[in-house]
T-cell receptor, first 118, second 115 residues
Framework: GAGVSQTPSNKVTEKGKYVELRCDPI?????LYWYRQSLGQGPEFLIY????????DSGLPNDRFFAVRPEGSVSTLKIQRTERGDSAVYLC????????????????FGPGTRLTVL | AQTVTQSQPEMSVQEAETVTLSCTYD???????LFWYKQPPSRQMILVIR??????QNATENRFSVNFQKAAKSFSLKISDSQLGDTAMYFC????????????FGKGTSLLVTP
């Protein structure tokens, strides 16, 4: 079946502009995660959703970042007043409903959106 | 908070040889998962292998195996019979139910397999 998709694959914007990054998870996956990967670093957690609600947004760097998932499927990461330091690859991942051990909730990643802020 | 440390920024191995990538982590939790992910230049994160902390037996997936030392908080990846297609960034990662299974990644090790 189809994997996680992210659009656009690349986004170039100017400092101060607003951007939206979209993630389409695997059908039926209720958990959705956003990560940010800066050049030469490992991905860093931003936020995750369980269904429609943001269960943990502790990784969002500041209030310019916001994410929604209104119908429990597609999610949009929104960045206001972009800064050059926001340039990174933004990764999305999804998994089935979260369950405890002995179940394992494998995350399936999308190809990411490369954001460049000039 | 959990931390994941990969102390080898770059490694190189010849085709058909064996290489071991190191990872240490710090946590106060008793139930958690550890992973190795591969990221080729295409950016797609691919799960290589996982280990449940409550399992004593080291995980194995074909040419990939781990050495999980829970007391030492060490989780190394061994790649046997290295292939040119193994060239990629490798990330060690940690997750637990306390953080909704969000992944906490190390900084990665760049592995180059040479002919």
């Amino acid at each position: 079946g189809a994997g996680v998709s992210q659009t656009p694959s690349n986004k170039v914007t100017e400092k101060g502009k607003y951007v939206e990054l979209r993630c389409d998870p695997i059908s039926g996956h209720t958990a959705l995660y956003w990560y940010r990967q800066s050049l030469g670093q490992g991905p860093e957690f931003l936020i995750y959703f369980q269904g429609t609600g943001a269960a943990d947004d502790s990784g969002l760097p500041n209030d310019r970042f916001f994410a929604v998932r209104p119908e429990g499927s597609v999610s949009t990461l929104k960045i206001q007043r972009t800064e050059r330091g926001d340039s990174a690859v933004y990764l999305c991942a999804s998994s089935v409903a979260l369950r405890g051990a002995p179940y394992y909730n494998e995350q399936f990643f999308g190809p990411g959106t490369r954001l460049t802020v000039l | 908070a959990q931390t994941v440390t990969q102390s080898q920024p770059e490694m190189s191995v010849q085709e058909a040889e064996t290489v071991t990538l190191s990872c240490t982590y710090d946590t106060s939790e008793s139930n958690y998962y550890l992973f190795w992910y591969k990221q080729p230049p295409s950016r797609q994160m691919i799960l290589v292998i996982r280990q449940e902390a409550y399992k004593q037996q080291n995980a194995t997936e074909n040419r990939f195996s781990v050495n999980f030392q829970k007391a030492a908080k060490s989780f190394s990846l061994k790649i046997s019979d290295s292939q040119l297609g193994d060239t990629a960034m490798y990330f060690c990662a940690f997750s637990s139910s306390n953080s909704g299974y969000a992944l906490n990644f190390g900084k990665g090790t760049s592995l180059l397999v040479t002919p």
